[in-house]
Nanobody
Framework: VQLQASGGGLVQAGGSLRLSCAASGRTFSSYAVGWFRQAPGKEREFVAAITWSGSYAFYADSVKGRFTISRDNANNTVNLQMNSLEPEDTAVYYC?????????????????WGQGTLVTVSS
């Protein structure tokens, strides 16, 4: 499975962005997908994840109620809709695939990673 993250950019605080993770591989629909982010000088942190079927999603407390993860298995994509963005959301965002199908908040349990897309939120 190869992953390609896109959709990052510069946005003002309070604005919105939609990140996409496009995957190649016929088995993508069996993988859970997670989004992680890494701000300058900080460790990578969990943002959101969605199970293989899309029936269950879970979020970091810091983004709950503002971000929504969704997937379209027919088109091998997972999206992260980010609303009410804050300067603290500034980071490189990565998508990752977990072959267990259930997702996890631990980054070391993911098997494949995309290259990252930069999100910058100005105050």
């Amino acid at each position: 499975v190869q992953l390609q993250a896109s959709g990052g950019g510069l946005v003002q605080a309070g604005g919105s962005l939609r990140l996409s993770c496009a995957a190649s591989g016929r088995t993508f629909s069996s993988y859970a997908v997670g989004w992680f982010r890494q701000a300058p000088g900080k460790e990578r942190e969990f943002v959101a994840a969605i199970t293989w079927s899309g029936s269950y999603a879970f979020y970091a407390d810091s983004v709950k109620g503002r971000f929504t993860i969704s997937r379209d298995n027919a088109n091998n994509t997972v999206n992260l809709q980010m609303n009410s963005l804050e300067p603290e959301d500034t980071a490189v965002y990565y998508c990752a695939a977990d072959r267990s199908g259930w997702g996890n908040k631990r980054s070391d349990l993911y098997d494949y990673w995309g290259q990252g897309t930069l999100v910058t939120v100005s105050s």
